[in-house]
């Protein structure tokens, strides 16, 4: 489960940073521009993607530890 922690702190780490860009992106457009964009939705965007990673890594995390697991015996005999 520690490691399902610290995907989950990885990953709003990395959307932190993305909307940190996307917010210094703004600051260059013109004040004349009257699009706004759409904000709840890609909020919606976010917040759906972080909970599909975290239901794919919650189902994958025992096989892929296996597979880590099974690799690093392979190189350490």
Known sequence: MRHFTGTIKAFAALNVALLALRISGAAY????ER??????GWVMITLMSAVLVAALLALAQPALEGLFNEAINRVNP
């Open 29 to 32: 457009r013109s004040t004349d």
């Open 35 to 40: 699009e706004r964009g759409d904000v709840p």
